[in-house]
């Protein structure tokens, strides 16, 4: 001990006081489903990617030393929680990042809070991490609810698409999911015909599609994820449903869910996604990165994996600046106060509520006929300026934002 | 065309009866993979005394094996019905050999643990090397389309599906219940020291029967490829259902797995029509229902 302390001594001496020598010490933890159901929406690529992050920032700024750690949730709130305690405690992790699923999100935004630390979500999915349940030490990056409702429900009623019956997965997120996009239709003039409640985890969806057939409905909402979701889209190929006329909107469609239907199942889908790794040149560069670290030639990085590099990234740059991890509090203000900036997400803003302001973009799957090499899965339809993509601030009921 | 309601008490929801049609038969259908699975399963607990929990694992690597043969031998969806099971059926010979054959003396919950962990290995290595998200494999060119029934539009493949099943089920029993070889099956569960008495290869019969029970969950999986998605975890969601669905019929009963897998599939699919937030606990409630009137199952004998 006391030997550490005059060798401290000493290197302060020889420092002269001077501000770039001082080394700065980060942990990240990246907290998130390593073995289910999201596991290649955000998981072990998530921690790649704030690996790569980390790297990066390093090689510019040698006074601060990055660690990434990665911790699996397995989608309970009690699991992450104890996570989050034990590295907020013992580990001195200084933020948490990704946590897919809004339940164990929710609970992580409140240890974070609690123990004055730092929470950037990419993975989860509910707008009230940014409206009803914002906190000041909560960041929200990639997408959400209400943004995934606005871009899909919007963009389909206006080109006609004004029928709707929606598949809903039977809990919190799924009703969320229905009820926003419900309102967006509605608000557009369009008309929700019906609407069928499904378990979590079904496996044959052909009774709910034969129901949303006989609706007559022109689009068929899918307001469920995941495994659900291909399913969901795999029978409806089956079953005729896009031929017949009707149309599939997916609410929550990941470019892995693509990947895992096969262009041929999921041909003529429209959703809405913040990123893709084919839309420009750093995209690809870094996919290129992604895919070398991740010794993986049939997988593709995921929005999450992306928004958890630039989240990191920005996270790092704040730290930088005030010189110091310790207030999340603090770390966080700095984030909202400087604009953001990085090859996946370009330029941007954090809002007063935490929500990350960037574009969004309607792509629709394209047919395997048009794909020309792996990965070639999207064609864009439209793009959501960043000032229409989320919640407007006033609409959130944030807590921070009304005083 | 008229419609069809529910009492009041149970929510008043009318269908019309056109509907209703194609409701019962997308139940058939999917009451045939419970068939095949449970049938799989009944086969192994009546031969081995051993409750398979690897099942659903092993209805997993049928799909997977499907997958890979395409993938790497461009085996189509029509080879690889008959080679994936094999495939599958032979690793299934080998634990058999290897694992379960030093538990038929010790409790059933030996060998219940034994293959609930090889099922949590099996999917927690198909996880590692392919991801969560899943695999895709499309419906065989031959049987793609479909026909409207006039009261529903009914995709080749799922009549292929229902008429494949159908036969298969039907085959097994036949060969249990009515030839010589299932004779001499039958016997040797009852007595196996009489039945080797008469020169018959006990042991090696038992290892047989496993690998064919593996090899029917594996068939069901090559079935189940082009239409639902191939993940490491599509045989645990669907298992449970399927232990129920065996536990309905009576454990150890061939044609009470078979009758109750088309049943509860029909139960299941016109609850996912009247109540579909019920639609997947609709088939634990008659469990329930089924085990307080008939512990031993609705064909099961008392033991």
Redesign the interface.
């Known amino acids: 001990m006391n030997k550490t302390i005059s060798l401290a001594a000493l290197a302060a001496i020889f420092a002269c006081g001077t501000a770039a020598a001082q080394q700065i010490n980060v942990k990240v933890g990246v907290l998130t489903d390593m073995s289910s159901l999201y596991a290649d929406v955000t998981g072990p690529g998530s921690v790649t990617a704030a690996k790569m992050a980390a790297a990066d920032f390093m090689k510019d700024h040698p006074n601060v030393k990055v660690e990434v750690v990665g911790g699996d949730h397995q989608n309970k709130a009690d699991v992450g929680t104890n996570i989050a305690n034990q590295w907020y405690d013992v580990d001195k992790v200084d933020i948490i990042i990704d946590v897919p699923n809004s339940g164990v999100a929710l609970a992580i935004s409140e240890v974070s809070r609690q123990k004055n630390k730092v929470f950037v979500g990419s993975g989860p999915a509910s707008s009230d991490l940014t409206g009803a349940k914002c906190s000041p030490n909560t960041v929200h990056w990639t997408y959400d609810t209400w943004m995934l409702a606005n871009g899909t429900g919007k963009a389909i009623v206006k080109t006609g698409g004004d029928t709707w019956f929606f598949l809903t997965s039977d809990y919190a997120f799924g009703h969320a999911l229905e009820r926003d996009t419900a309102a967006v239709v509605e608000a557009n003039g369009g008309k929700v015909l019906g609407k069928v409640r499904h378990p979590i985890n079904t496996n044959d969806f052909s009774s709910f599609l034969l129901q949303a057939q006989a609706s007559k409905a022109k689009v068929i909402g899918l307001a469920n994820a995941g495994g659900d979701t291909i399913n969901s889209i795999k029978q409806a190929a089956e079953f005729g449903i896009v031929k017949g006329g009707q149309s599939l909107a997916g609410l929550l469609v990941f470019a892995s869910d693509i990947n895992a239907l096969g262009l041929q199942a999921a041909q003529g889908l429209i959703f809405t996604e913040t990123w893709y790794w084919d839309q420009n040149d750093n995209n690809r560069a870094w996919t290129k990165r992604w895919m070398a670290e991740r010794k993986t030639t049939d997988k593709v990085p995921t929005m999450n994996q992306a928004g958890v590099y630039a989240g990191t990234l920005h996270y790092l740059k704040a730290v930088a600046a005030l010189k110091s991890a310790a207030d999340g509090k603090a770390v966080v203000a700095e984030m909202k106060k400087e604009p953001t900036d990085d090859p996946l997400f370009g330029k941007g803003t954090i809002r007063a509520d935490g929500r990350k302001i960037h574009p969004a973009y309607l792509f629709e799957v394209k047919k395997p006929s048009e794909s020309k090499y792996f990965g070639d899965f999207y064609k864009v339809r439209a793009t959501i300026p960043a000032d229409q993509a989320f919640r407007p601030l006033k609409d959130g009921g944030c807590p921070l934002v009304s005083g | 065309m008229f419609e069809i309601c529910l009492p009041v008490i149970l929510g008043g929801k009318c269908i019309p009866s056109t509907?209703l049609f194609?409701?019962l038969l997308?139940?058939l259908?999917?009451g045939s993979f419970y068939a095949l699975l449970s049938l799989g399963l009944a086969v192994i607990f009546g031969m081995l005394n051993i409750i398979n929990f690897s099942h659903g694992a092993q209805y997993m690597m049928g799909a997977f094996a499907a997958y890979l043969l395409l993938q790497f031998s461009g085996m189509n969806y029509w080879v690889a019905l008959i080679v994936a099971p094999i495939l599958v059926g032979v690793t299934g010979v080998l634990i058999e050999r290897l694992l379960l054959q030093w538990l038929y003396k010790l409790d059933h919950l030996y060998g219940l643990l034994l293959t609930f962990g090889l099922a949590l290995i099996i999917e927690?290595v198909a996880?590692h090397y392919f991801?969560?998200?899943?695999?895709?494999?499309?419906?065989p060119e031959s049987l793609q389309?479909?026909r409207n029934l006039g009261f529903?539009?009914l995709?080749n493949?799922?009549a292929w599906v229902i008429v494949a099943s159908a036969t298969v089920c039907f085959a097994t029993w036949f060969v249990i219940e009515r030839t010589r070889l299932g004779a001499y099956l039958r016997a040797a569960t009852e007595n196996p020291a009489l039945v080797r008495a008469f020169g018959i290869n006990v042991p090696r019969m038992i290892t047989l029967t496993y690998g064919f029970g593996v090899a029917l969950a594996a068939f069901a999986g090559v079935m189940a490829a082009?239409?639902?998605?191939?993940?490491p975890?599509?045989g645990s969601?669907?298992i449970i259902v399927v232990f129920a669905v065996v536990v309905i019929g009576g454990m150890g009963s061939i044609l009470g797995a078979i009758l109750t897998g088309f049943g509860l599939g029909v139960v299941e699919?016109l609850t996912?029509?009247f109540f579909?937030?019920a639609?997947?606990?609709v088939i634990f409630v008659i469990m329930a229902i089924v085990l307080l009137v008939r512990p031993a199952g609705l064909f099961g004998r008392r033991a």
């Open positions: 509907a194609g409701q997308i139940g259908i999917n927690g996880r991801g969560s998200a899943g695999l895709p494999y499309t419906v389309g479909g529903m539009f995709p493949y799922r082009p239409i639902y998605n191939v993940s975890q599509m969601e669907l699919g996912k029509v579909p937030e639609s997947n606990t």
